[in-house]
């Protein structure tokens, strides 16, 4: 079965610095999709980055970063810059091909001017 | 672009009621996926469709039911509500072929059971 953990409940950080969240996964599969979803008090779920289990090189789309190492099976996001609307729950997810997606508990991250 | 759209955005209903919410993905996607997210939960897989079929079961109960249609939209019917019921009910698509990649989610239906 497939597992995802995001052990941090609540992080803060303060404007223009960058943020770490942390995201473990466990999967017997080989091939496999990781995703970051960010999803504002709005309630809207919003795709930000995606990695490939293959893909050798993590995945960066504009001020967000993939830290991908497939040997400890984790999956971090890396914001740079922090943004005041930034602010918002982050969800870590997997999923093997064309199925449904695993979704971690989530991450409330705070950003203080 | 065009987006998954989901109506109703917002619901209130009664217990016992009946809700029905629909989905249209995005044009040629060809599987959708419905997502139950309770208050301050992670959303949870109910169930999903390829080409009009089946695919999928999650922990959706005996009341709710769905299909998708010969145009691919799709709707989720739920009947005799309960106040557990009450959460925010998301839509997903994505192309089969491209299987790896996103699903792209709809606003939500926030259904709201007193």
């Known amino acids: 079965a497939q597992k995802i953990t995001q052990t941090q409940p609540g992080m803060f950080v303060q404007e223009k610095e960058a943020v770490t969240l942390d995201c473990t996964y466990d999967t017997s599969d080989q091939s496999y999709g990781l995703f970051w979803y960010k999803q504002p008090s709005s309630g809207e779920m919003i795709f930000l980055i995606y990695?490939?289990?293959?893909?050798?090189q993590n995945a960066t789309e504009g001020r967000y970063s993939l830290n991908f190492q497939k040997a400890r099976k984790s999956a971090n996001l890396v914001i740079s810059a922090s943004q005041l609307g930034d602010s918002a729950m982050y969800f870590c997810a997997m999923r093997r091909f064309a199925d449904k997606l695993i979704f971690g508990t989530g991450t409330r991250l705070q950003v203080f001017p | 672009a065009a987006g998954v759209i989901q109506s109703p955005r917002h619901l209130i209903k009664e217990k016992r009621e009946t809700a029905t919410l629909k989905c249209y993905p995005i044009p040629r996607h060809d599987t959708v996926y419905w997502y139950q997210q309770g208050p301050g939960q992670d959303p949870q897989f109910l169930i999903s469709f390829y080409e009009k079929m089946q695919s999928d079961k999650g922990s959706i109960p005996d009341r709710f039911s769905a299909q998708q249609f010969s145009d691919y939209h799709s709707e989720l019917n739920m009947s005799s509500l309960e106040l557990g019921d009450s959460a925010l009910y998301f839509c997903a698509s994505s192309l089969f072929q491209r299987g790896y990649n996103e699903q792209f989610f709809g606003p939500g239906t926030r259904l709201t059971v007193l």
């Open positions: 990695q490939g289990s293959y893909d050798e």
